[in-house]
């Protein structure tokens, strides 16, 4: 079975920091572009972050961009974002997504909240 | 960055209905639209790339169409578990375009 497996959200303070983890199995994992979507309750999905196949290139949206990090194990199946000076408005729900032109398979999600 | 906006944002309907839901992007992506469904509580579900083409597992009462800057996804025949949420996506490798639109919340009539 293809799955995508998030982990590593909770409630973390503004200006802290989070990592989170993505497990991926049932697929080649290093064929494909992974990337990290987000969504508030209630709104549209925010794309995040990509990173190609082996992990050369990495791409952020602007809202991001310079506090966060995306990068990928291909040896453990794994990929990872490490999220710096977190603002209220960063609280989401995470998801890890497989690019196969298109986000095809999508993980079940993994909650941040930023709070003080 | 092209903004994609959708209409209608909500939509009453019943089983049976057939119904079109439109998103028009803010200037041309060719065909590169997606669409999901997404329920509550749950990550959204591909059911349309590259505009027209059904992803696999995906019902063919579900079809897309369009190109440019203006696209639809119709249900030919609603059935109760497509009373959902519908997002499209423009999906753009380079320059890296990734956006979605507001949403359609599909509810029973």
């Known amino acids: 079975e293809v799955r995508l497996v998030e982990s590593g959200g909770g409630l973390v303070q503004p200006g802290g920091s989070l990592r989170l983890s993505c497990e991926a199995s049932g697929f080649t994992f290093i064929s494909y572009w992974m990337h990290w979507v987000r969504q508030t309750p209630g709104k549209g999905p925010e794309w995040v972050s990509r990173?190609?196949?082996?992990?050369?290139?990495?791409t952020y949206a602007d809202s991001v961009k310079g506090r966060f990090i995306i990068s990928r194990d291909n040896g453990k199946n794994t990929m990872d974002l490490q999220m710096n000076s977190l603002r209220a408005e960063d609280t989401a729900v995470y998801y890890c997504v497989r690019d196969n032109d298109a986000f095809d398979i999508w993980g079940q999600g993994t909650m941040v909240a930023v709070s003080s | 960055a092209i903004q994609l906006t959708q209409s209608p944002s909500s939509l009453s309907a019943s089983v049976g209905d057939r119904i079109t839901i439109t998103c028009r992007a803010s200037e041309g992506i060719s065909r590169a639209l997606a669409w999901y469904q997404q329920r509550p509580g749950k990550a959204p579900r591909l059911l349309i790339y590259?505009?027209?083409n059904l992803e696999i597992g995906v019902p063919a009462r579900f079809s897309g169409s369009g190109s440019g800057t203006d696209f639809t996804l119709t249900i030919s025949s609603l059935q109760p578990e497509d009373f959902a949420t519908y997002y499209c996506q423009q999906f753009n490798t380079y320059p890296p375009g990734y956006s979605f639109g507001q949403g359609t919340k599909l509810e029973i009539k």
């Open positions: 590259d505009a027209s």
């Open positions: 990173i190609n196949s082996d992990g050369s290139m990495t």
